[in-house]
């Protein structure tokens, strides 16, 4: 059995060889990528230059002069454009909670191609969006009405209140927005996409880096993606391959999963190899193929059955696990399902994401937030609530770090000299425990705080003994985190 990105590694390396560099391959994942890459290197023999491998994102930003920047970035602009617009004197702290899912409206308006004056049109009367809203699809007018009947202005809250606010200078909000980006040479994803879009409208985009691009493994796709595949089909520099099981086709009984990829295979044709075979198995029983519905009581009991089951898979190595996939049905059961992975897997490639707030270092950031905000200083000694310092010590990946200081906050000594406040030269212990309990001053000082505790947590992997039972997969899964949490903070600080 050949999978389908290794029949089109072999096919379009059989048909173009040496000049493959001189085409573009698009993905939706970079994950994509990266497999096509592993089965094209083993079809070749001698050194080549590699083709372009990239996902559609990356294809749009060539095609645009303008920078993608940070969603902090994003959200600060949109709040000077908003209090520009509308007058208002809303604290960013207020406006937060709006702004993120302003960025998210903005970017579905784009990518879909939606005319953003009538969608964000201040609509006081229900029965005026017949009457008014042109350029709308029925479906999309049928959404605006359902919302409009169960969003109650006879039962205002301060949230309603501040929506119809805000509702009301979206239209102009949305043009400012853009504008003020537009000046600095900034975007948020979907304005670059809509860019693009627009142009090929007007044959106003050159390509002249790749003589052919390849779309492969694409399902649904928005109206932006569908406008630049259709204008570089029309050029005659595109080509299509589809990964899906005849049964999605036709009448069948998954034909509903079908939908986009029928509209796509009508709309844009389909270039698989000649003999490729669409029959995956889905549908129907093949050779060799075997399904197992096992029962387990609990999420735990899942965890520890999934590893015992990749331990049982004959020859599994570091070579070839990547033909094996473990799908969750549970996204918070990602951080468990890796750590208990046997060790011979080799390196783990994961495909789905993990919410930040469901890790103990979500929970430890918040509690030195908590930490700092209640802090206090008087003649020139820093002071936290006890509270709040019993919450740090004993939290997972603090207690152990702290050893001998642990037993030394937690000294009786220490809890009858201040019930409610304890001074930070009674906890600061050691060189740990001071990085702990110092008092950040401004917003700088708390940056440079978070920075320096993240920064001291990996320090520790190096100590020997001392009783740590962390795994090589613990210690990667939680350093992958703390870069991830570096990076907000330095945006954030900028």
């Not at 708390?446 to 993240?454: A, N």
Request: charged share 25%; with cysteine.
């Amino acid at each position: 059995m050949k999978y389908f990105l290794e029949t089109i590694a072999e096919s379009l390396y059989s048909e173009f060889g040496n000049s493959l560099h001189r085409h573009c391959l698009v993905f939706p994942s970079r994950r994509a990528g990266l497999y096509f890459t592993r089965y094209l290197s083993s079809c070749i023999d001698k050194p080549v230059w590699m083709p372009a491998t990239i996902t559609i994102n990356d294809l749009f930003r060539s095609f645009s002069p303008l920078k993608v920047v940070e969603n902090e970035i994003l959200l600060a602009e949109l709040y000077k454009s908003f209090r520009s617009v509308s007058g208002s004197r809303e604290s960013f702290d207020d406006f937060y909670f709006w702004g993120d899912m302003l960025l998210n409206d903005f970017d579905d308006v784009d990518k879909y191609l939606v005319d953003a004056a009538s969608v964000f049109r201040n609509v006081t009367d229900l029965h005026r969006i017949d009457l008014e809203f042109g350029g709308l699809t029925e479906e999309q007018i049928e959404i605006i009405r359902q919302f409009w009947v169960s969003f109650d202005r006879e039962k205002m809250t301060g949230e309603k209140s501040g929506f119809i606010n805000i509702w009301s200078v979206l239209g102009s909000l949305y043009s400012a927005f853009r504008k003020a980006l537009k000046d600095k040479g900034w975007a948020y994803e979907g304005m670059i996409f809509r860019e693009v879009a627009e142009k090929t409208g007007g044959n106003q985009l050159l390509m002249e880096d790749w003589d052919m691009v390849h779309f492969i493994g694409f399902n649904a796709i928005n109206n932006c993606e569908r406008s630049l595949m259709q204008w570089l089909k029309k050029q005659g520099k595109a080509r299509f391959y589809w990964d899906y099981d005849n049964s999605f086709k036709g009448s069948g009984t998954f034909s509903a999963a079908g939908t986009f990829i029928e509209k796509n295979i009508k709309l844009l044709g389909d270039d698989m190899p000649a003999g490729w075979s669409h029959e995956s198995g889905m549908a129907s029983v093949k050779e060799g193929v075997v399904r197992r519905v096992i029962a387990v009581s609990s999420d735990v009991a899942q965890v520890k059955l999934v590893s015992q089951l990749v331990e049982e898979i004959r020859d599994l190595s570091p070579e070839n696990a990547h033909h094996t996939a473990v799908v969750l049905a549970d996204e918070n059961l990602l951080v468990p399902v890796l750590t208990s992975l046997p060790e011979n897997c080799g390196d783990v490639n994961i495909t789905m994401g993990y919410p930040m707030k469901y890790t103990q270092l979500y929970s430890l950031v918040k509690l030195l937030l908590t930490l700092q905000q209640n802090s206090r200083e008087t003649s020139g000694e820093a002071y936290f609530r006890y509270n709040d310092v019993i919450n740090v010590v004993k939290h997972q990946m603090i207690k152990e770090l702290l050893r001998d200081d642990f037993e030394g906050i937690m000294d009786e000594r220490v809890m009858l000299s201040a019930p409610v406040r304890v001074p930070a030269s009674l906890l600061k212990k050691s060189k740990d425990s001071e990085i702990l309990f110092r008092r950040a001053s401004g917003p700088s000082g708390l940056t440079d705080y978070l920075k320096t505790v993240l920064g001291w947590l990996p320090q520790n992997d190096m100590n020997e003994g001392e009783g740590r039972s962390d795994s090589v997969t613990d210690i990667q899964v939680r350093n992958e985190f703390i870069y991830r949490i570096m990076l907000a903070v330095n945006r954030i600080e900028q």
